[in-house]
């Protein structure tokens, strides 16, 4: 039987960050275990910007976030298993995990604490209670996201998404730039559940509509997916009778939330924190479970994984002072300090030409622009000057940052994913994926790779973000 001091469960940024934080702290023998084929977790299939302002102080892609933790665990020398399924873990003095894979069948590890770092998913359509057959068509927004950013296929050519998530708004702007037809996002709260600029950048930009306190009431088509129905719904969220509306489709992505992965912590025992859907934990982040930490999106939902990378460095810390200092007695549960969610909509009656909702960070600030006789700006609302230089650059010349993936020969995956290595002009957008969809390139293909030097006459060029391995 294996004997290590820390086991981590989950490979993405909570299990690396928390690996990482122990081993600086003194522990020497780590276990990351991962059930997929490659470290990163969900990470490597969210191919938009978005991550790191605060870890690296700039603006990366779920892939290159996950690049760097992972060159850093290999730096460090931190042994993992991928292809790895958990099954049990039992706490005390020693921990017993076990897990499988392919290898080595069942087997066991003990240890002197663990970290579960399993992350979340999404809530599915059982949970919505919608009426109709179980048509093919139907898939939660990462699922889609799956297909399209890791497998390189579409699920569908005309879509509608139910939920207004931050999944579900990027996977509307990623879906029209592969060529679907995005008919609405509808969503049946009264204000968006994702950040402001999302809806800037994800729909207004491709005038894609929201549809706020609306649902979708019924699917249609028995084989694959017809249409479906939405309508308006009152303050006790049910459908107002005559205001159903059949929108026809063939795809419908549920962006409906996102649940605490705990299965692995119900089993060990761990008392479950009703509010967050997490386990409870103490201060130091420690389960009612002995010896067994959380953090990450087990513990509770987090909007930025850089707030993930942050506590999962505070329970890789907990978890190596425990093995090396010994296990203070179990204190009072402390839930963790949850940002009260935004409700987000855009002001009504809001100015497009003038009034501008910053996206170059999560703030997503209201802007006032007001011409001056000489033809400059007075600009006021932002909080930095990154919105300044924004609304100046919107009202004259707009530009964004393009992600996407390019089709790969001879590697272990289909597609890697790119963006361009500065933004381009807003209008050359569609030009810039006419020519990312017609390349092709040969693996390997690592990040920081230049795959288009001159896309769509901008003078900047495409790079990898992500990494393309030979087929073994």
Same mark, same amino acid.
């Given at each position: 039987?294996?004997?290590?001091d820390?086991?981590?469960i989950?490979g993405?940024? *909570? ?6 934080? *122990? ?8 276990l ?6 490659e470290?990163?977790?969900i ?5 938009h ?12 892609t779920?892939? =290159? ?6 060159n850093?665990?290999?730096?460090k #020398?931190? =042994? ?12 005390g003095?020693?921990?017993?995990i ?6 080595q ?13 399993? @992350? ?5 359509r ?9 048509? *093919?068509?139907i898939?939660?927004a990462?699922?889609?996201q799956?297909?399209?950013?890791i ?6 050519? +005309?879509i509608?998404v ?15 730039l ?8 509808a969503?049946?709260?009264p204000y ?6 999302n ?6 930009d491709?005038?894609?509509?929201l549809k ?8 249609? #088509?028995k084989?694959?997916?017809? #249409? ?5 719904v ?9 205001t159903?509306e059949f929108?026809s ?8 939330g996102?649940i605490?992965?705990?299965e ?18 103490n201060?130091?982040? +420690? %389960?009612?479970v ?13 909007d ?31 839930r ?6 935004t ?5 009504e ?5 003038s ?14 622009a007001?011409?001056?006789e ?8 932002n909080?930095?000057?990154?919105g300044e230089?924004?609304a100046?650059? +919107?009202?004259?010349?707009?530009v964004r940052?393009v992600?996407?993936?390019?089709r790969?020969? @001879?590697?272990?995956?289909?597609v890697?994913?790119?963006? %361009? ?13 006419? +020519? ?6 040969s693996?390997?293909v690592k ?10 006459g901008? @003078?900047?060029?495409?790079?990898? %973000? #992500? ?6």
């Amino acid at each position: 039987m294996k004997t290590v001091d820390l086991v981590i469960i989950g490979g993405g940024p *909570a299990g690396m960050a928390a690996a990482l934080s *122990a081993y600086e702290k003194g522990v020497a023998k780590i276990l990351i275990l991962e059930r997929d084929k490659e470290l990163g977790g969900i990470l490597n299939q969210c191919i938009h910007n978005g991550f790191g302002l605060h870890t690296f102080k700039e603006e990366l892609t779920g892939p =290159e976030y996950a690049d760097r933790y992972i060159n850093m665990v290999w730096e460090k #020398g931190i =042994e993992n298993l991928l292809n790895t399924m958990v099954v049990d873990v039992q706490g005390g003095s020693p921990c017993l995990i076990t897990a499988m894979n392919k290898e080595q069948g069942m087997f066991q590890i003990k240890a002197k604490a663990v970290i579960l770092a399993m @992350g979340c998913r999404e809530r599915a359509r059982g949970a919505m209670n919608i009426p109709g057959f179980r048509p *093919a068509g139907i898939y939660s927004a990462g699922t889609a996201q799956r297909y399209v950013n890791i497998e390189g296929r579409m699920p569908g050519k +005309e879509i509608v998404v139910l939920g207004s998530g931050d999944i579900g708004l990027i996977m509307a702007r990623r879906m029209t730039l592969q060529g679907a037809k995005v008919k609405l996002v509808a969503e049946i709260m009264p204000y968006s559940g994702g950040l402001r600029r999302n809806i800037v950048q994800c729909l207004d930009d491709y005038n894609i509509p929201l549809k706020l306190s609306h649902t979708v009431t019924k699917i249609h #088509g028995k084989d694959r997916v017809e #249409g479906v129905t939405v309508a308006k719904v009152d303050e006790n969220l049910q459908a107002i009778p005559d205001t159903e509306e059949f929108v026809s489709c063939d795809t419908l992505l549920l962006s409906c939330g996102l649940i605490p992965e705990n299965e692995l912590s119900q089993g060990a025992g761990a008392q479950m924190d009703a509010v967050t859907q997490g386990p409870v934990v103490n201060e130091r982040l +420690e %389960t009612t479970v002995k010896g067994v930490f959380a953090c990450g999106n087990v513990l509770h939902v987090h909007d930025l994984v850089d707030n993930v990378s942050k506590e999962s460095e505070s329970a890789g810390a907990f978890a190596a002072d425990y093995i090396l200092n010994g296990g203070s007695d179990w204190k009072e549960a402390v839930r963790p300090k949850i940002p009260e969610k935004t409700k987000c909509t855009l002001p009504e009656g809001r100015d497009a030409s003038s009034q501008l909702i910053c996206i170059g960070c999560p703030a997503g600030c209201l802007i006032t622009a007001k011409k001056r006789e000489d033809g400059d700006y007075d600009i006021t609302g932002n909080t930095c000057q990154k919105g300044e230089a924004y609304a100046r650059n +919107e009202l004259t010349s707009p530009v964004r940052t393009v992600t996407s993936m390019i089709r790969v020969h @001879g590697g272990r995956r289909k597609v890697v994913s790119v963006k %361009t290595a500065q933004e381009i002009p807003k209008e050359k957008i569609n030009a810039c994926m006419e +020519e990312i969809n017609g390349v092709y390139v040969s693996a390997p293909v690592k990040v920081g790779d230049v795959l288009i030097e001159n896309v769509a006459g901008t @003078g900047i060029s495409v790079v990898a %973000t #992500g990494n393309a391995m030979q087929t073994v």
